[in-house]
């Protein structure tokens, strides 16, 4: 470490967010844009370098954060971005979007805040771009392999990237009109702009990953040639399939999904839709689901112009600090998190009911039923209290108005419509994923499967860790174990300079 004492002269200091009145007003990311590189530095030089990194264990990808983060404290960001690339393909998405288990597991946050680990990644990812140190990293030769990825997502970008490094012939088919999976259509603007994801996409382009969008397969390509076209497929398609919420009312018009509200206004951020037809603009807002989507439908309905959001979360408000008991460091432990879009539920007139928590969430909330008007539509939401086994307590019955209600209840697998799990003939696990083994390979000989499609819903620190891995996997299948992927850890053979 380039300061010693760092860790004890330095306070932590996260990268500024903007004001909440001006982001509310438009899509661009959340921070301050210029704001982290004058801080990073100093903060990456609180690592301790302590000896047996826990972050490094707590991050899937394994990332070597204590290595970057003293060159990044030594001003070597040429190097500290070449090590961040030995393990992470994409490391401006996690820098942005990951929930940063790695932060949980810092032997600094034992007593302190724990080293902006995140920010950190992302100023390495940032200044590789702009200096030009993340080109496009061909391969030498080709394998004369051919590996089809099916799905676009960060689990299917990170394994053709890989592939294609190796010198297979790689080609992603993707059901969308845009490569990137949930986060193209899904993660709003506000959290990750998609101008990032543009210049992955380029680079992948670059290094020759073929891509071929609005495909779906076993629907408008047969499952079964396509497999007999490809030495491997690997099948990367998610877990979009929702749950759903089985109360009286639910068939009311304004009562969608968020994966039906949510794409909506990324297209609006596209430029494809002028507004979006599901648009919260002068609605009161419920949504029934407390997790991070629903947080991002919050975000976005916010953004919309809606009268009033509230979001209903069926578990109680978690604590502020880790129970040392049940969650010791370095686990990552259930704390009461602001995300920025809970942060910007103030700048809306929240529902009285909401005003127990500043920032619009009802906990331990289990709505009963919905109720309309003459119409058919959505008026109101009838909820009660739960305790922590979900039974009502009596005399907490409550009635929300609701001009739009979206339901953030999670997923359960892939999409089983498509033809693609039957055409195959894939075995899937009792809870709806699609079954493989420990080396990534489904029933079906060179059929493998990787990200939420096979894990269950997940993040993108996975997605991209376990297209990374089943990349290694199918490498093995094609090579017989003369691999030519990246090296995992430790230098690329040849500069990442373009
Ligand atoms: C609203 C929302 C917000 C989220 N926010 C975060 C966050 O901030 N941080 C985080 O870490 N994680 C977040 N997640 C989770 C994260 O996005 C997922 O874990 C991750 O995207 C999974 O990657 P994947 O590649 O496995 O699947 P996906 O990203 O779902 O990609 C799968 C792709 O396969 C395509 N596909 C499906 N079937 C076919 C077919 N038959 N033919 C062709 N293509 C097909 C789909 O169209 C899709 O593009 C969020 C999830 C949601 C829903
Ligand atoms: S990918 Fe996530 S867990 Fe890993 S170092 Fe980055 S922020 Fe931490």
Known sequence: MADPKGFLTTPRQDWPRRPVGERVRDWNEIHVPGALLPIVGAQADRCMDCGIPFCHDACPLGNLIPDWNDLVARDDWWAAAERLHATNNFPEF????????????????????????????????????????????PPDRLSGRTV????????????????????????????????????????????????HLERR??????????????????????????????????????????????????????????????????????????????????????????????????????????????????????????????????????????????????????APEAAEDSDARLFAASTLRLTGDADGRVRALHLVEVDAERRPRPGTERVLPAGLVLLALGFFGPDRGDGLVAGLGLELEPR???????????????????????????????????????????????????TRLPAPIGPYDRPMRA
Request: aromatic letters at 6%.
């Open 94 to 137: 996690t820098g942005r979007l990951c929930p940063a288990p790695c932060e949980a597991g810092c032997v600094l946050a034992i007593n302190q805040p724990a080293v902006t680990i995140k920010n950190v990644e992302c100023a390495i990812a940032d200044r590789a771009w702009e200096e030009g140190f993340a080109g496009p990293a």
């Open 148 to 195: 089809a990825v099916i799905g676009s997502g960060p689990t299917g970008l990170a394994a053709a990237q890989q592939l294609t490094r190796a010198g297979h012939t790689v080609a992603v088919y993707e059901r969308d009109d845009r490569i990137g999976g949930l986060m193209r259509y899904g993660i709003p603007e506000f959290k990750m702009e998609k101008r």
């Open 201 to 350: 996409i380029g680079q992948m382009r670059a290094e020759g990953t073929k891509f071929r969008t609005s495909t779906t397969v076993g629907r408008d390509v047969d499952a079964v040639g396509l497999r007999a076209r490809y030495d491997a497929v690997v099948i990367a398609t998610g877990a979009t399939a929702w749950r759903d919420l089985a109360v009286p009312g639910r068939e009311l018009s304004g009562v969608h999904q968020a994966m039906e509200y949510l794409p909506l206004a990324n297209r609006v951020c596209e430029g494809d839709l002028e507004a979006s037809p599901l648009s919260a603009a002068g609605r009161d807002v419920v949504i029934v689901g407390g997790g991070d989507t629903g947080s991002d439908c919050l975000g976005t309905a916010v953004r919309e112009g809606a009268a009033s959001v509230t979001q209903l979360d069926i578990y109680d408000r978690p604590g502020d600090e880790r129970d040392e008991v049940t969650e010791p460091w370095p686990t990552y432990p259930k704390l009461y998190r602001l995300s920025a879009s809970h942060e910007e539920a103030g700048a809306l007139r929240t």
């Open 432 to 482: 709806g994923t699609i079954a493989r083994d420990a080396g990534f390979a489904t029933n079906v000989p060179g059929v493998f499967a990787a990200g939420d499609a096979a894990r269950g819903q997940s993040l993108i620190v996975w997605a991209i860790a376990e297209g990374r891995a089943v990349a290694a996997a199918v490498d093995r299948h094609l090579t017989d174990g003369t």
